[in-house]
Nanobody, 120 residues
């Protein structure tokens, strides 16, 4: 059973940085993809970023390109989302997800979520 445990959310001022972590377990091979979604207040859920464990392929939503970086520490079985130059509109619950399909296109298994609040 795949398990995803997020941590690292919190309150930060606009322009600041946060790093989210997702500890992953339950995989039987290195052929998997982990991503991040977010859902802000009154907004639809949005795919933020995704990384392929096997080949390091990454993708980003246009809204975060150049500000967010996804990475994987294979020794620690942890995927990170480094978020820089944060804006109030980045305020959301961030979910770590596992891609049960291919190419970071879903369907997804979901973590429990972690709150990120960016104050202006």
């Amino acid at each position: 059973e795949v398990q995803l445990v997020e941590s690292g959310g919190g309150l930060v001022q606009a322009g600041g940085s946060l790093r989210l972590s997702c500890a992953v377990s339950g995989f039987t091979s290195d052929d998997y993809r982990i991503g991040w979604f977010r859902q802000g207040p009154g907004k639809e859920r949005e795919g933020v970023s995704c990384i392929s464990r096997r080949d390091g392929f990454t993708q980003y939503a246009d809204s975060v390109k150049g500000r967010f970086t996804i990475s994987s520490d294979d020794a620690k079985n942890t995927v990170y989302l480094q978020m820089d130059s944060l804006k109030p509109e980045d305020t959301a619950v961030y979910y770590c997800v596992h891609d049960r399909g291919y190419y970071c296109a879903g369907p997804w298994d979901w973590g429990q979520g972690t709150q990120v609040t960016v104050s202006s």
